[in-house]
């Protein structure tokens, strides 16, 4: 056949994984903007729709409710098998409890490969506790993690153990899908879980649709949160043991005073700028070995750490001597 008159080859269309932010266009990224721009369909949870309609006029726009995102990511994929641009929009981060991982498998089982003409494009943006951090002060400096409350997809036992496990290990904890019409009672759960390890008075931010029109922010404690006015539209910030509420700002220290003066600057007996703390891994080795040493068994330094007895066991076991040494000579090398 003449090549001149050959029928051309469909173009492939591309998804776009866009992460809108928290729902104001001044917190979107350029990038976001820019996809839902050059989109030709647009699909969304209804109530995201609404948070970008000044920006999808004239375009092709798919709603979906709470429970479709399955549906969502079908119609992405049959959209750009059809050679469209399409901007699956998520609120926060696409990959925060967002529409990139159900996307992901619906391509999957497809069978799509990073071969594909299909082309998929992760629009990152800030997610909910990004957001409702920055509304309450800096409570997520040190260490932190999210967790779920919501149990439409996953067990209770599984998020119970979770809740478990960073309540003991003192991780700042933000909680999304707090609670909503149905499920009222996962949120007095989490507190009773937390109760068995923090304080009564540990500081809790609750933040009610951040940057968005009807936004609220109310500062709590974890023995009273329950109470709070909760909704599917809320973040649960739960401090750690070192976190503390001042002149209305949440703040966990990040721990310079762990090691620095922190009117003077300078570095606290024990410690040196820029090298691991004193009780930092090779220090508490050196305490550790001496505990054992002196006749504490294992058992008791577990019990101390609150550390499993057969970590501590093979700790004391690895011959560490020889590792301890050589970061030192780098250390003063």
Known sequence: MNEEFATPAPTAGKIMLVGIGPGSVDHM?????????EADVVIGYVTYIKLVADLIEGK????????????????????????????????????????AGPTYEVLFQSGWTPDDPVQVEIVPGASALNSCAALVGAPLTHDFCAISLSDLLTPWPTIARRLDAVAMADFVVALYNPKSGRRTRQIVEAQRLFLRHRRPDTPVAIVKSAYRRRENIVFTTLDSMADADIGMLSTVLIGNSNTFVKHGLMVTPRGYANKYDMEGGTTRDGERAGRSLSTGLLGWL??????????????????????????????????????????TEENEG
């Open 29 to 37: 990224t350029q990038r976001a903007r820019a996809a839902i721009a």
């Open 60 to 99: 092709e726009i798919i709603r979906k409710s709470m429970t479709e995102e399955l549906d969502r990511a079908v119609s992405a994929l049959e959209a750009a098998r059809a050679g469209k641009k399409v901007a699956l929009i998520s609120s926060g981060d696409a990959g925060v409890y967002g529409m």
């Open 286 to 327: 050196d305490a550790l070995r001496a505990e054992y040493d002196a006749g504490d068994d294992i058992a008791v330094l577990a019990a101390r750490y609150r550390l499993p007895a057969d970590y501590i066991q093979a700790t004391l076991d690895e011959p560490w001597e020889e590792e301890a040494a050589a970061a």
